[in-house]
């Protein structure tokens, strides 16, 4: 299929906006850091959050108007609030918390599949309160809901180099609930352990519990290298057949304007009887701060689901996104986002007829508005 017309304009404008911003910025001295945003608080407690909206346009046109395989701008061809979040949070000291409180499709996504109801826990993206022992060498405990280690994206808009996350991303955990504990072991190097539940439940879908491992080395500035690896049951009312998954994140910041990972991932299910499913996927992806206002972010995917266990299709799929960002002030930001998806099978949605095309092109323009530290 060709790329229409409407795509290969957006690309070019990208690309021709690109180009011109870092001219002009080759030219101009190099900007001050931009400060960060204000940061709210009451006494010991801070204050922060987001809202976060965006327009997608699908050019398939799907008849469920929604965007395949896509997380957080699933709608398609209309307007639509991704998230709002608002967080209040006290450093351990030696004893402190986060909570978050949200709205918004992007917590019905993250929330879809967790034994205790979507509607349970969806306005808590976070809440786990923390321990750091004075004396103890930077241990710290928490125990609640937190984020994932694994993965190189994080789930704030604001946090992330480009709108849409990819697919390593939406098919990974995003969530746990349990105990973790972080030790640092030196200045350069931190060792990690966590119990929990299991992938994004809050409530336990059988009595087993999921052990993760991690380490970060943060030789320098310039480099940093992050393993995580979770085992245990996932299954539905077994603790047979585990859940083996192991996630490693390259991160490499050569100057104060080009930026670099490469996520690699791992998995293999186990099943019941004899046999299991496992999947490999890879990302790249790169950003470029063409002007103190604009940048510039490009990420290549690879997912093989050899067996189909993760998107339920044996295929192989591919992921190409161009993001553009402008930056009005401190705390607002736009994106205007490219991406085609295809695999090598029929599988996304074409007008009424869904799961019967091999790809997927669509342009997002989002728009962040966000207060407090980045965080």
Request: hydrophobic content about 35%; glycine content about 8%.
């Amino acid at each position: 299929m060709k790329t229409p017309t409407f795509f290969r304009v957006a690309i070019t404008a990208l690309t021709l906006a690109a180009s011109v911003a870092a001219q002009d910025n080759s030219q101009a001295p190099a900007p001050a850091p931009a400060p960060a945003a204000p940061v709210w608080s009451a006494g010991p407690i801070t204050f922060s959050g987001l809202i976060d909206g965006y327009y997608s346009f699908n050019a398939n046109h799907p008849a469920s108007r929604n965007n395949d395989l896509r997380n957080f701008e699933v709608k398609a061809n209309q307007f639509s609030l991704n998230m709002t979040k608002f967080t209040l949070e006290h450093d351990a000291d030696p004893v402190g918390f986060k909570l978050d409180l949200g709205f918004g499709k992007a917590w019905d996504l993250f929330h879809a599949t967790d034994p205790a109801g979507v509607n349970t826990v969806k306005y808590i993206p976070q809440a786990y309160v923390s321990f750091k022992p004075k004396n103890a060498g930077g241990l710290q405990i928490d125990f609640g809901k937190f984020y994932t280690s694994a993965g190189a994206e994080l789930t704030e808009n604001n946090l992330t180099w480009n709108y849409g996350r990819g697919l390593l991303y939406t098919n990974g955990p995003y969530y746990h609930f349990g105990a973790r504990i972080n030790k640092p072991i030196n200045d350069k190097f931190a060792v990690g352990l966590q119990i929990v539940n299991g992938w994004n439940n809050v409530e336990d879908n059988n009595s087993g519990k999921t052990f993760g491992f991690t380490t970060a080395w943060t030789p320098n500035k310039k480099f940093s290298w992050y393993n995580n690896y979770y085992t245990g049951p996932e299954k539905n009312d077994t603790n047979k057949g585990k859940r083996n998954f192991f996630d490693t994140v390259v991160n490499l910041n050569p100057t104060d304007k080009a930026s670099f990972f490469v996520n690699f991932d791992y998995g293999n299910e186990s099943k019941v009887g004899n046999g299991s499913a496992n999947w490999v996927a890879i990302a790249l992806s790169s950003r470029f701060q063409t002007t103190d206002k604009t940048a510039l972010a490009i990420r290549y995917e690879n997912y093989n689901d050899k067996k189909g266990f993760i998107t339920g299709q044996t295929q192989m799929l591919n992921s190409f996104t161009v993001t553009g960002e402008y930056k009005w002030i401190e705390g607002l930001l736009a994106r205007l986002e490219y991406r085609r998806d295809w695999s090598d099978k029929p599988f996304y949605g074409r007008g009424n007829q869904p799961g019967s095309w091999k790809n997927q092109d669509t342009i997002s323009l989002g728009v962040v508005a966000f207060f407090g530290p980045k965080r």
